[in-house]
Nanobody, 121 residues
Framework: QVQLVESGGGLVQPGGSLRLSCAASGSIVSIGAMAWNRQAPGKQRELVAAIGNSGRTNYADSVKGRFTISRDNAKSTVYLQMNSLKTEDTAVYYC???????????????WGQGTQVTVSS
């Protein structure tokens, strides 16, 4: 069974840092783009950052200069380093990835279960 499992969320004070991890496991042939998204209470889910399998990245304007997305292809893992956190970064953070589960199958979009990040003093 293919799954994405996030970790690293928690409670942090404004100005602090957290590092999120998301590991893909199961019968995976290849991994395409990977991304982090978030959903705050009462708001729509939004893309935070994405990284292609070439390493090309893009970020939401609200996190540019503060967050860094990276990936370790050998570990099938994507990371999100979050610095200078603000109260408005409070949300459930979800990772998603384009995964191919067999050589003849197309890439399909998979999502993790989410991890809570709370920024509060």
């Amino acid at each position: 069974q293919v799954q994405l499992v996030e970790s690293g969320g928690g409670l942090v004070q404004p100005g602090g840092s957290l590092r999120l991890s998301c590991a893909a496991s199961g019968s995976i042939v290849s991994i395409g783009a990977m991304a982090w998204n978030r959903q705050a209470p009462g708001k729509q889910r939004e893309l935070v950052a994405a990284i292609g399998n070439s390493g090309r990245t893009n970020y939401a304007d609200s996190v540019k200069g503060r967050f860094t997305i990276s990936r370790d292809n050998a570990k099938s893992t994507v990371y999100l380093q979050m610095n200078s956190l603000k109260t408005e970064d409070t949300a459930v953070y979800y990772c998603n990835a384009d995964l191919r589960v067999s050589p003849l199958a197309p890439y399909s979009d998979y999502w993790g279960q989410g991890t809570q990040v709370t920024v509060s003093s």
